[in-house]
């Protein structure tokens, strides 16, 4: 999400996003370092490798896909924003997926 305001995203525009603090964005980034999520070039430019790009698209679906059936619900647009965050990190494949199947039968064809 950070990538589609800025270009180029360091630890610093993700501690600031999240309003998290640089030592916490700092571990998270070695994390995902040497787990192969993600490059850091000399200057501390942060670029998602495939394995990366492949995890942010499928927490980015869920985040937008939970945000707006939580605003269809009745609940307030920011708080919608804030939950959807906490949600995508911890729902399985399998409950969002019935999630979504269920909020897709209720749609009109």
Known sequence: MIHEKKAL???IDIANEL???KPSVSIAMKNL???GY???DKDGYITLTAAGQTIAETMYERHKFLSQWLIRLGVEPQTAVHDACRIEHVISAESFEAIKRHVKALLPA
């Open 9 to 11: 995203v360091r630890s």
């Open 33 to 35: 370092r040497e787990n």
């Open 19 to 21: 309003d998290f603090s």
């Open 38 to 40: 993600i490059l850091m």
